[in-house]
């Protein structure tokens, strides 16, 4: 196991926006997801029957609705689902996670490798690749499955667009990973941005993607790599600017 904990050099002033998207996502999660996933839906609920309709071909109804939340009700309605797409959830779904591993794998990354590129970028346009990156990135995801009833939901897209952008800006800066390969190996070691973030394209989300096309795998691959490619155009088109003071 391999694990990203840290940066170096950082930039010298606090990320503010970085900070703020990840309150936003952390908020989000503690006041919808954590309520919601102890909750039954209501079955009288329109959107339920929509709900199992939308999924019948990939389960019995009875199971359907013994493992129910009120919370994947939630992710159905403000998820992004290619079947059913719309503007909002288009936004909406950046912000909602599966689950509090899912919420803390992405924070842990937007923490580490946002704060060079907002940097660099500028409160303005960070917030702007944030935004324009996770939308791409669903568009390019929406490509692949365009009759998928499954919603998407996470920061994913809109992180890999960061780390896309950190790709080409950052090449040399040093990544501190947490390398768990009990019993053989458990230590922090430095590697050069580069290196960790071509992994994470080509091995972490190209491959599977290749082996495991649409949505099949239960993760968004697609999304990724649409997000990564999306942040290294950006990069390229904007490396002449210079950081900010």
Not at 37 to 63: I, T, W
């Amino acid at each position: 196991m391999f694990i990203p904990i840290g940066d170096s050099p950082n930039f010298h002033k606090r990320p503010y926006v970085t900070l703020i998207f990840i309150g936003i996502n952390v908020a989000v999660f503690v006041l919808f997801t954590v309520p919601l996933m102890q909750q039954r839906p209501d079955l009288n609920d329109p959107l339920l029957f929509e709900y199992l309709r939308a999924m019948s071909g990939r389960a019995s109804v009875g199971d359907l609705v013994a493992h129910l939340s009120a919370y994947d009700l939630f992710i159905f309605q403000y998820g992004f689902r290619p079947a059913a797409p719309s503007p909002l959830t288009l936004v909406t779904s950046l912000f909602l996670h599966g689950g509090g591993a899912h919420l803390a794998g992405n924070m842990l990354f937007l923490w580490i490798f946002g704060d060079n590129v907002e940097g660099r970028l500028g409160a303005v346009g960070f917030v702007l690749l944030y935004l324009g990156g996770g939308i791409a990135a669903t568009c390019f995801f929406w490509l692949f499955v365009p009759a998928s009833p499954i919603p998407m939901v996470g920061a994913s897209g809109a992180i890999s667009a960061i780390l896309g952008c950190y790709f080409i800006w950052f090449p040399e800066n040093r990544i501190n990973v947490f390398v768990f390969l009990f019993p053989i190996l458990v230590r922090t070691v430095q590697i050069p941005a580069r290196i960790v973030l071509g992994f994470y394209l080509l091995v972490d989300n190209l491959i599977p993607f290749l082996l495991v096309p649409g949505d099949g795998s239960g993760v968004a691959y697609g999304a990724h790599i649409g997000g990564f490619l999306g942040g290294l155009a950006l990069a390229l088109a904007l490396k002449w600017r210079r950081p900010r003071p």
